[in-house]
């Protein structure tokens, strides 16, 4: 499995370029605006999800370079990915729906100058059967509260791709 090859590397150096040959993103992916991506200040990079744990590698493959700092909010699930831990912060909702630990995590990491990058739908993209289309679920707009209580750069990246009509059925 994945998860299996994943943990024989010695480190996320190891694993993380592993997964991107694996994935060959450097041939498919075309980035545009790079050079505008700021250095040595708080930064939040909030984006569209259309795909699932790819557009975590996607920004990844993007991002790594230029913040090295970069962490991902992300489901419990994920933070079980072998050498990827030091890259998330775990969105842990208590039995009202609220996540102040996840919330005090984020400021942490941006008041230290920190990079964030998160999906504000909270979801994949999915097909809408009345409309017979691909819908992106309502973005949570708490993220803009986020980037100005910490002063932090807010960028928006745009992935654009798309799952097969059988992944939604």
Same mark, same amino acid.
């Given at each position: 499995s994945l998860l299996r090859q994943l943990s024989s590397f010695s480190n996320k150096a190891e694993a993380t370029d592993y997964l991107l040959k694996l994935s060959n993103l450097e041939k498919r992916v075309k980035? #545009?605006?790079l050079e505008k991506i700021p250095t040595g200040c708080p930064l939040l990079v909030v984006s569209n999800h259309p795909r699932g744990v790819g557009d975590g590698l996607v920004l990844l493959f993007c991002l790594q370079a230029i913040r090295?700092?970069?962490k991902f909010v992300v489901n419990q699930l994920l933070q079980e990915i072998p050498h990827f831990n030091e890259l998330f912060i775990t969105r842990a909702n208590d039995r009202k729906g609220r996540n102040f630990s996840t919330i005090r995590q984020l400021l942490s990491h941006l008041d230290e100058d920190g990079c964030i990058c998160l999906f504000p739908a909270g979801t994949v993209e999915h097909f809408d059967w009345t409309r017979l289309s691909v819908k992106e679920s309502p973005? #949570?707009?708490n993220f803009r509260k986020m980037a100005q209580k910490s002063g932090a750069a807010l960028i928006e990246?745009?992935?654009s791709s798309r799952n097969s009509f059988l992944f939604h059925c």
């Open positions: 980035v #545009k605006g090295p700092d970069l973005w #949570k707009m990246a745009r992935i």
